[in-house]
């Protein structure tokens, strides 16, 4: 479990490093490549990432963590990250 909270914590300095000195990101749901909700296709769009690998990771967090903890937390992201503006 540890060797998962350094895998993350790695990943979150890698993202901070190669956006330093950029104006901030808005994170909202893909319009374009959602498979369910569009949260990690959103996650992809936003940091640069293709949204399979962020798909993935997610998929190897929830087998390793249980899954109904990582449904909760795509649902509770689902409902709190906002839709794309279009125009």
């Known amino acids: 479990m540890l ?6 914590v790695l990943l979150y300095f ?5 956006h330093k000195g950029e104006r901030m990101k808005k ?11 569009g949260v990690c296709g959103g996650i992809g769009e936003t940091y640069d990432i293709d949204p399979t690998i962020v ?19 795509y649902l509770v992201a689902w409902a709190i990250i906002p839709e794309k503006p279009t125009g």
């Open 27 to 37: 994170l909202y749901l893909s319009g374009e490549d959602r498979k369910i909700g």
């Open 14 to 18: 890698c993202l901070v490093l190669k």
């Open 55 to 73: 798909r993935l990771c997610f998929v190897f967090v929830a087998i390793a963590t249980g899954l109904i903890p990582m449904f909760i937390g």
């Open 3 to 8: 060797e998962l909270l350094n895998m993350f």
